[in-house]
């Protein structure tokens, strides 16, 4: 078992796929694990649309969205995700501020259980998301938040990108630090 | 040690805390675990601004923010936190357009990070941005996010809130569900 320090240290954005299927089943759990974050008035407003290579229409559908420097190792991942944000409340249709928010956390919850599973993920903003809405046909009220593809890791990678130290992030009383 | 499993299903946001300190040290440890998310072009864009109540007047400060209504259970947590989100890219001044989501995921981590220490989060929505940005001094260049209560638990609660099932938030190949 892995402790979460090692699945938030072992946890990387990966550009080489193995040639390796990632099943129903394990697509499965990670969705069960983006499903029990937390959010504003437990709205739950993320959403995802997903396609494994065994469907090669709705796979192709979903790389055509992403741009096209990434669909150059993207379309080695066995899976690809679209992540989608509900715009508002469904209780009294008021906007929800924290709709992407919200579904980031879902995410975190979501990559931490895939490197549990020894899956990586590598989220995307270059994507279309006008094209996305098109092509998936995906009501105005969802909001097309990232591209993301999942698999096993394919040849080495040097998956260290620098973070700024807490001392950089964390500021106790008072907003000094961010002057 | 725990499973990610368990720690995703056993994090829920309490309303009492237990009268215990949280020390700097430990919350170190939750900002470690934050910093070290995802984020679009690695911006990085959380910021945290936090107080114990063993600085009284900054955690005044962070209290008086909150709306009443949450007032009432979150004075009773020995940390208050704000999140903050970077609106522009660092590299070019370009909006971010994921910099909400990407603080999301971050924040995630830290939640996870918490249930494994045994501490506990509760966010709020239900606070005054413009009177944080007052009273904490906060540029224009960040967004006040959502204000967070951190602690041990206190007396006994029913974490169980409903979620919805996977077949309702994941989707394969087509936005059918979506309608």
């Not at 993207?74 to 469904?90: E, I, N, Q, T």
């Not at 579904?103 to 996305?132: R, V």
Request: glycine fraction near 4%; include cysteine.
């Amino acid at each position: 078992m892995k402790s979460i320090d090692t699945l938030i240290e072992q946890r990387f954005s990966p550009k080489h796929f193995a040639d390796r299927a990632v099943s129903e089943e394990q697509l499965h759990q990670l969705f069960e694990a983006a499903r029990r974050a937390p959010s504003s008035f437990n709205e739950q407003p993320w959403r995802f649309i997903y396609a494994t290579q065994e469907h090669p229409e709705a796979y192709q559908k979903l790389l055509s969205c992403i741009s096209e420097h990434n669909q150059q190792w993207a379309k080695s991942a066995p899976v690809l995700m679209l992540s989608l944000a509900k715009k508002h409340f469904s209780r009294n249709e008021k906007p929800n501020r924290h709709a992407w928010h919200d579904t980031g956390t879902a995410i975190g919850f979501l990559l931490l259980k895939a490197t549990e599973m020894d899956l990586y993920a590598h989220q995307m903003a270059g994507f279309n998301p006008e094209k996305a809405r098109e092509v998936l046909g995906i009501p105005n009220e969802y909001d097309p938040v990232a591209m993301m593809a999942v698999g096993y890791l394919g040849e080495e990678e040097n998956p260290n990108k620098l973070r700024k130290p807490v001392n950089e992030i964390a500021f106790t009383g008072n907003s000094h630090g961010l002057l």
